[in-house]
């Protein structure tokens, strides 16, 4: 399960506690147009989000020495990213590898 985080007061930047304590009035809901089927037909639905990546990247738990991950941090934002480039770069020089007998992948 994935918990969606709220927006902060600032990162809005609206005064939460006027548009809370605004009660609607019915003489407001005259200024708004009533729903017909020509307006339902255009509607597009906007998921949002990121767009879906070519190539995934896959989550892997792995344990590395604390210095390590001191190291790479203290390099700024972006670190795990950077990180991820010299993993692959170093990847692609190593000969390919043969699958064993027997060999399961998870």
């Not at 307006?39 to 639905?45: G, I, Y």
Request: proline letters at 7%; charged letters at 30%.
């Amino acid at each position: 399960m994935t918990a969606k985080k709220t927006a902060s007061h600032r990162s809005l930047k609206s005064d939460l506690a006027r548009v809370d304590a605004h009660k609607v009035k019915s003489g407001e809901y005259d200024e708004l147009p009533e729903l017909n089927e020509e307006m339902l037909t255009r509607a597009q639905v906007n998921k949002g989000g990121r767009p879906v990546s070519a190539h995934p990247r896959k989550l892997l738990s792995l344990r590395l020495p604390a210095e390590v991950i001191e190291r790479w941090k203290a390099t700024g934002p972006g670190w795990q990213t950077r990180m991820a480039e010299r993993l692959e770069a170093t990847a692609s020089n190593l000969p390919p590898q043969r699958a064993r007998a027997g060999a399961t992948h998870r």
